[in-house]
């Protein structure tokens, strides 16, 4: 049994312990076991103090504390705050930096009796310059980023959830490259106390776990409300989407999604090519610009302090970028993204789930945390809850995922109507490591 | 000269300074004396380091470095990050905490040339339990919240400039309180990298200063773009606006707003009664709701962790109702928000500024500091920027407040308009202490 614990889902894992199969200690010894043979290949964790781990274990046991995340163990992507280890942002500038308090997310974590097993790698203040990881399923590729850690940590059985944060693709990305399922939650839902600010006119966190009732069960935990069970649903109405940036996709990815959009009308989904309006297409420069903006500033300290330990790369682009931009260029900008969310409502009210790609490709050949970012610009913007499925193969044997998005605010119905199509893609589903 | 130093604005102190009339050491020192005389009895700082304060003037004299604010003294509210002294949130529960890096609005006043003077005091975390700030105008009242010690400090010539935030009084009520300018930015413009979140749908900076001119100097300094001068503007027009809370008034409260609006049409304005739809009224249950439900979570560590040393008041009051409150109340609630900022739009077509009290009347005897915070919760749940300007005297001889508010992004024009009104109600506008 003890060495079968590290497979388990965290519902699974919560289910053990509640029935006395295996102690919190066991659970989390597992995982180390797992850390210790993987992490010199893998480089999932930024920190990681496994006598530490065992204490937290050791005392849930103890106490006996009861909590619908009992005994789980989860990694926390770098840039998100914890009170007993560090959180250094992917940067050498904040090498030993100790924050005082969780960031809120983190700590409603423990409330429900999650083990912190450290925090994940991120690249560079969740930004373009890579860390050390690299993907489990091969390590010459990218695991994708930011949330780079938290996807290959959860991919490779280190831990069954792990916490990311989303400015652009930064969660569904790794989690498609990582063959995990990666959620990005509706804009605004799930609070950012404690976690660093990239661009705060997108940031959300992001959850990276191996099923989607475990991704049901983290977000209610992080909501602070009780949970509940994934609602059963019928087949979905699924808008099948080719969005403007389609012809710039890779024919194998264009092939592989329109199979599975045919696969799920087969399946008994009501499947219909979605029309988004014509000015969607602007979102993507309005994010850049925005983002661009935002992020400049919000490493001021950096750049004022400390501009020869911040990365080329983020010098030379987005930081350089983002200072040019003029104040008119980015209300400009956010007008725009206010009014092509309102264009874009009647979509979601005519579909349950739009289908899109979750990257553009299997994980490319090399570090390139970031690539095509131009897939998830659109559904940042809009600030819409989204889920990667680990549903593809990609043409090298690689998971990819699918992406599906729902409307503002209806992430409860997401979750259980993604569980529907994940089930009817099953007999293709990508199996994790 | 340097006995006066304290006295000048922000603008003159650049110009003194730029002209070599006098030093930045100068201008601090007499800041500081400011500061040593009044802070036994007014109680508006956290903490304030002389020595490092004249080291950083030191500093930048020696260096020479310019910038729009360089040599000007500011205070940075206690809930907002700084790296080179204390970050307490005013709690006892985060003692002697130590941030690693300034906040994005910290670190972009130092850009400027900005002399940090310490920080100002905050309730419990910028919540409903008061810090030691009393109110310079009358020791006997409290100086309004939560930025109490920021608006203090301004008000009493302690430092032209202070950094506040709000959520849903915090900068415009203690501006009002204590007779001096507080402005709240269009929601997300301004970042809040760095600064404790309080409930991340609302939170948003503030500026407490005593010109318009430096609100707006300061305002792009936080922006991060080249600072211009305010436009000189025409009459503006103006919807007086009595919103649905206008009955809850104290009579002289509304007499003196009445009179406001007669006055500024004898100037020339164009004033109208503005009305407004009249769903805005369910905006205070919804700010409400939703400030409840973000800032209970938001705590969590500390109700996790150190429960007993959070105020009985906070514990039985706002995080007792937000962990009740229910994740379908929250999101109805959310909903409501955007629509009812859909639905005020055209208001904001109509006029170039609302005119509505900026508090319900002169501070309080007694440290209440947030009193009456429905006055403000339908601004800030609309996400518009808004202006307190100190135009008036409340019946006991207290300064009070005429709260303006512009549509959204429209904050350029809300302080050049703004101008013009505090110009044409001057001859009755009260002198700071």
């Known amino acids: 049994m003890p060495d079968s614990l590290g497979q388990l889902t965290a519902s699974e894992t919560v289910e053990i312990i509640a029935t006395g199969q295996a102690s919190c200690q066991e659970v989390a010894r597992a995982c180390l076991k797992q850390i210790e043979t993987r992490e010199p290949e893998v480089g999932a964790w930024a920190h990681c103090d496994p006598e530490l781990v065992i204490a937290r274990a050791a005392e849930l046991d103890r106490v006996g504390k009861k909590g619908p995340l009992r005994g789980v163990p989860f990694g926390a992507k770098d840039i998100i705050d914890t009170f007993d280890g560090p ?44 860390g050390r990881t690299r993907n489990p399923h091969d390590l010459t590729r990218t695991p994708g980023g930011s949330s780079s850690g938290s996807a290959a940590a959860v991919a490779d059985h280190m831990v069954p959830l792990a916490l990311g944060t ?37 940031d959300t966190l992001g ?5 989607i009732a475990d991704v049901a069960l983290y977000r209610q935990v992080l909501l602070g409300v009780p949970p509940h069970r994934l609602a059963k649903e019928p ?13 710039r996709l890779p024919i194998d990815t264009r092939s592989l999604l329109i199979e599975t959009a045919d696969r799920l009308a087969s ?20 994010h850049r610009w925005v983002a661009g903006f935002e992020m400049a500033r919000n490493l001021t300290w950096e750049v004022e302090n400390r501009f020869e330990m911040i990365s080329e790369p983020l010098r030379s682009g987005r930081i350089k970028d983002g200072l040019a931009t003029t104040y008119e260029r980015y209300i400009e900008m956010r007008r725009l993204l206010v009014s092509c969310r309102q264009a874009a409502a009647p979509v979601f009210e005519r579909y349950d789930l739009l289908l899109a790609p979750a990257a553009a490709r299997e994980a490319p050949v090399g570090w390139d945390p970031v690539p095509d970012p131009w897939v998830h610009m659109l559904w940042s913007a809009l600030h819409v809850p989204s889920l990667s ?42 199996e994790a490591v």
Request: hydrophobic share 40%; glycine share 12%.
């Open 87 to 130: 959180t250094e942002y992917g940067t050498p500038i904040h090498q030993g930096r100790q924050a005082a308090r969780d960031a809120a997310c983190v700590a409603l974590t423990r409330r429900a009796g999650g083990i912190l097993m450290g925090k994940t790698v991120t690249t560079e203040f969740a930004n373009v310059s890579p």
């Open 166 to 202: 989303q400015t652009t693709g930064s969660t569904t990305r790794p989690a498609s490259f990582c063959g995990v399922f990666g959620y990005r939650p509706t804009y605004g839902d799930l609070r950012m106390s404690g976690v660093m600010e990239v661009a705060g006119s997108f």
């Open 207 to 211: 959850i990276l776990a191996r099923s």
């Open 235 to 247: 087949p979905p109405r699924i808008g099948f989407c080719r969005p403007y940036f389609w012809d």
């Open 267 to 286: 399946g008994g989904a009501e499947v219909e090519e979605a029309v988004l309006p014509p000015e969607l297409e602007e979102l993507e420069s309005a």
């Open 389 to 430: 499925i680990p549903a593809l193969k990609g043409p090298k044997g690689l998971p990819m995922g699918v992406q599906l998005i729902a409307g503002w605010n209806r992430d409860s119905q997401l979750l259980s109507q993604s569980a529907w199509v994940y089930q009817a893609l099953a007999t293709t589903a990508w």
